[in-house]
């Protein structure tokens, strides 16, 4: 196949998830179908021009996340419909936002005492003694929609604990006629699922996610909530009105 992409050696990911990711890709693409037999380990061999020992790692993966099935003396088969994923628009505004994770279901985690949390953005310090710490599993239907640690002033938390631990915050926040939201922006990067963040989310180690970590403000500049987001980057779809600003700039 002279169009096909390659594993490379100088890149820093290993190449068997070099590898597992490009299968991955077939998948979705429907070039490799739901319940086919993907082709055998010689012609994998000469199609990514890899040893056996690095496919067998990359197959290993895909198994162990339950996108193909291997059944001895039979073959490889394609076991889970990558191509029916739905892509989750992430939210470019407050509304869009509310809107977004009001009917997500929720997986509260447990969290180990002195446990770190990420290194946060927004010069927020996580105080213990001023903010209740979150950390959950949002799911959009009942596929993994994000991992997310929250931080939300202990005073508004504990005027309705039981509400916040079992539903999402920041619908509840919108609708509180005592809380004032001055500010909220949220920052986006793209990096890599560890260990812990792909068994959450259903995807592989090494995956690519979209890293978000968000503040929302009252206007005394005191912060309220801040998150840490982590969504798969494969579901994820960002649709930006690049006009937007200007249009608002040009009313006023």
């Given at each position: 196949?002279?169009?096909?992409?390659?594993?490379?050696?100088?890149?820093r990911?290993?190449?068997y998830?070099?590898?597992?990711?490009?299968?991955?890709?077939?998948?979705?693409?429907?070039?490799?179908?739901?319940?086919?037999?993907?082709?055998?380990?010689?012609?994998?061999?000469a199609?990514?021009?890899?040893?056996?020992?690095?496919?067998?790692?990359?197959?290993?993966?895909?198994?162990?996340?339950?996108?193909?099935?291997?059944?001895?003396?039979?073959?490889?088969?394609?076991?889970?419909?990558?191509?029916?994923?739905?892509?989750?628009?992430?939210?470019?505004?407050?509304?869009?936002?509310?809107?977004?994770?009001?009917?997500?279901?929720?997986?509260?985690?447990?969290?180990?005492?002195?446990?770190?949390?990420?290194?946060?953005?927004?010069?927020?310090?996580?105080?213990?003694?001023?903010?209740?710490?979150?950390?959950?599993?949002?799911?959009?239907?009942?596929?993994?929609?994000?991992?997310?640690?929250?931080?939300?002033?202990?005073?508004?938390?504990?005027?309705?604990?039981?509400?916040?631990?079992t539903?999402?915050?920041?619908?509840?926040?919108?609708?509180?006629?005592?809380?004032?939201?001055?500010?909220?922006?949220?920052?986006?990067?793209?990096?890599?699922?560890?260990?812990?963040?792909a068994s959450?989310?259903?995807?592989?180690?090494?995956?690519?996610?979209?890293?978000?970590?968000?503040?929302?403000?009252?206007?005394?500049?005191?912060?309220?909530?801040?998150?840490?987001?982590?969504?798969?980057?494969q579901?994820?779809?960002?649709?930006?009105?690049?006009?937007?600003?200007?249009?608002?700039?040009?009313?006023?």
């Amino acid at each position: 196949m002279h169009n096909e992409i390659k594993p490379r050696n100088e890149s820093r990911m290993p190449l068997y998830l070099q590898v597992a990711k490009l299968m991955r890709q077939k998948i979705e693409s429907q070039q490799w179908r739901f319940g086919e037999q993907i082709p055998t380990l010689d012609n994998l061999v000469a199609q990514f021009e890899v040893s056996r020992i690095t496919l067998r790692a990359a197959l290993n993966l895909l198994e162990d996340n339950g996108i193909i099935r291997r059944t001895r003396g039979v073959g490889t088969f394609v076991a889970k419909d990558l191509s029916e994923q739905r892509w989750f628009r992430l939210a470019n505004s407050f509304d869009e936002l509310v809107q977004a994770v009001s009917t997500l279901k929720i997986r509260m985690l447990p969290i180990e005492p002195g446990e770190r949390a990420p290194d946060p953005a927004f010069g927020f310090d996580g105080n213990s003694a001023s903010y209740q710490r979150l950390r959950r599993v949002h799911y959009r239907e009942n596929t993994p929609y994000c991992l997310i640690d929250i931080y939300l002033d202990k005073t508004i938390f504990d005027s309705d604990p039981d509400g916040f631990r079992t539903a999402p915050v920041v619908p509840q926040l919108a609708k509180r006629p005592d809380i004032s939201i001055h500010q909220a922006r949220q920052i986006m990067r793209i990096t890599v699922s560890d260990k812990e963040t792909a068994s959450h989310l259903n995807i592989g180690v090494g995956d690519p996610i979209a890293d978000v970590c968000r503040v929302f403000k009252d206007p005394s500049d005191k912060i309220l909530y801040y998150a840490h987001i982590q969504y798969p980057a494969q579901l994820i779809q960002i649709d930006t009105d690049l006009l937007q600003n200007d249009i608002a700039h040009h009313q006023y």
